[in-house]
């Protein structure tokens, strides 16, 4: 079995990081603040997609994204925590899964990230914004991640607290789970899949029952 996780809501909480990193933007750029609540709806979507949406013109959406990166390298480790559950939901699924992470976030920022929790040791691939033309909820990310992976006759889950992470699993012709932990609420992320859990913790015990049951099946044969 194959998992990939998304990261923003799904294993991390970086809100804090990625909200006073918008505010900093808008501060150096003399540039009116979006709300808070403004900013967090967009989370799951490329920086310049998400800075176009807050009203910034064409012309300067990537002066804003080189600002965004060059302040939240400095305190994504120390502004961002990993959710509930989230490091056991990875060791766990480490045992029974071959496991990805797909993300809209800078690669590089997310590598280091990932390191800075102890947790990066457990993927066997990292596909950022950075490593694709379209990002989610493209297929592209989803395919580039199994591309580097033997994915041959193996079950294929992505775990995802956005419609984006959804939508990119089913365009990718792959299974997906919903969780709650994020930015997405339970109405939209069940329009996009048919499982939906509080976590990741709880949908990797879902993976792994599932997994074991299909092996106690053939066993039988």
Known sequence: MIILFDLDGTLIDSTDAIVSTFHHSFEVHNYPHSEDEEIKALIG???????????????????????YKEE???????????LENAE??????????????VTTKTGKYSRILMEHFGLMEYFEVLIGREDVE????????????????????????MIGDTKLDL??????GINSIGVLSGYGDAKTL?????IVYGDALRAVKHLQARH???DNKIQRK
């Open 167 to 172: 939508i990119s699993a089913t365009n990718a």
């Open 45 to 67: 979507y490329p920086l310049d997609v998400m800075y176009r949406e807050l009203g910034i013109p064409e012309d300067s959406v990537w002066n804003f994204v080189d600002t």
């Open 88 to 101: 056991e939901a990875v060791l766990w699924a480490s045992e029974f899964a071959t496991l990805g992470v």
């Open 72 to 82: 939240y390298r400095k305190i994504s480790t120390i502004k961002t925590e990993l």
């Open 212 to 214: 074991y049951n299909k």
């Open 190 to 194: 069940r329009k996009h899949t048919q």
């Open 134 to 157: 379209n990002p989610k909820p493209h297929a592209e990310p989803v395919l580039k991640a199994l591309e580097a992976l033997d994915y041959d006759d193996k079950e294929i889950w």
